[in-house]
């Protein structure tokens, strides 16, 4: 069974900019979840999806939004980039919500912002 | 609000020596969930246990155990016989919500195994 896959694996934006990362979940699963792993904050919990509706958010601004489509792959996308977006961003998918149900990680989007 | 402490940033340790990563949590509610993962180099967290708030029995896989204890909100990993390729950052995390993955993660703990 393929694992989680998020791409790009690497990207470069300019301060200002818009960038879009994407997440296929594991075949079967319908929840899929995104955070922001930095060196100062640690990992941080930005939102999840399941059923193509947003049902938790973390404690980010606004330019952070998300969307999950009806194969559950999920898009985040993150608007007039700051250099502190800089960060792993991991997405991790799981049969349903809840914590009876393990998060499988991908291998996350190193995102760079100069 | 949940938090998740894992006091030792770092631990070093020679190859086949048992070692004990800490975990204390904190949650007001009766049922949560607590996880490790381990991220190796690569970066992808790697899912290890997972135990809910009912069920405090020990639990050994392998050289990993974990010890839960809800009288000191503790849930401590303890790797016998380590290896160099347990070298990675280790992560505990608490769920709340039976509903949401809203999960908070600790800190980590970078162990090295040396050779």
């Known amino acids: 069974k393929a694992g989680v896959t998020q791409t790009p694996r690497y990207l470069i934006k300019t301060r200002g900019q818009q960038v879009t990362l994407s997440c296929s979940p594991i075949s079967g699963h319908r929840s899929v979840s995104w955070y922001q792993q930095t060196p100062g904050q640690g990992l941080q919990f930005l939102f999840e999806?399941?059923?193509?509706?947003?049902?938790n958010k973390g404690n980010f601004p606004g330019r952070f939004s998300g969307r999950q489509f009806s194969n559950s792959r999920s898009e985040m996308n993150v608007s007039t980039l700051e250099l502190g977006d800089s960060a792993l961003y991991l997405c991790?998918?799981?049969?349903?919500?809840?914590?009876?149900?393990?998060?499988?990680f991908g291998p996350g989007t190193r995102l760079t912002v100069t | 609000a949940q938090k998740v402490t894992q006091a030792q940033t770092e631990i070093s340790v020679v190859e086949k020596e048992d070692v004990t990563l800490d975990c204390v949590y904190e949650?007001?509610?009766?049922?949560?969930?607590l996880f490790w993962y381990k991220q190796p180099p690569s970066g992808e967290l790697v899912f290890l246990i997972r135990r809910n708030s009912f069920d405090e029995q020990n639990e050994i896989s392998g050289r990993y155990s974990w010890n839960f204890q809800k009288s000191t909100s503790s849930f401590n990993f303890t790797i016998t016989a380590s290896q160099v390729v347990d070298s990675a950052v280790y992560f505990c995390a608490l769920s709340e919500d039976n509903y949401g993955q809203n999960f908070v993660f600790g800190p980590g703990t970078r162990l090295s195994v040396l050779p």
């Open positions: 949650t007001r509610d009766t049922t949560y969930y």
């Open positions: 991790a998918s799981s049969l349903r919500p809840g914590g009876l149900y393990e998060q499988y």
């Open positions: 999806y399941f059923s193509e509706t947003q049902r």
